[in-house]
């Protein structure tokens, strides 16, 4: 019914950027809360940022002053520009929904928690 999408990962040298992509598709008339989640090799998946539609952000401590989350709303897509990339930013970085509204007229219309397949973020030393 949802589709989470992401892309723009790829192989980067520390110190580098990187902007990634996820495009949500399906019968969607607003998701109040998008999230950019990350899991490095043999480690839990972790929050990286978070976005309300209406523009409210949250940052994990490590990545503070250097990843910047935006959101077009209209377009139902949330980015990650992720600059100075050092190695332990490395993982697959996954896209999140944990609500999506179907219906305007409905407020019972929603499913819940919504994942992308990720995007692989490369960083070398």
């Known amino acids: 019914q949802v589709q989470l999408v992401e892309s723009g990962g790829g192989l980067v040298q520390a110190g580098g950027s990187l902007r990634l992509s996820c495009a949500a598709s399906g019968s969607i008339f607003s998701i109040p809360t998008m999230a950019w989640y990350r899991q490095a090799p043999g480690k839990q998946r972790e929050l990286v940022a978070t976005i309300t539609s209406g523009g409210v952000i949250h940052y994990t401590d490590s990545v503070k002053g250097r990843f910047t989350i935006s959101r077009d709303n209209a377009k139902n897509t949330v980015y990650l520009q992720m600059n100075s990339l050092k190695p332990e930013d490395t993982g697959v970085y996954y896209c999140?929904?944990?609500?999506?509204?179907?219906?305007?007229?409905?407020?019972?219309?929603?499913?819940?928690?919504?994942w992308g397949k990720g995007t692989l973020v490369t960083v070398s030393s």
């Open positions: 999140n929904a944990d609500r999506v509204y179907f219906s305007d007229h409905d407020v019972n219309s929603y499913g819940l928690d919504y």
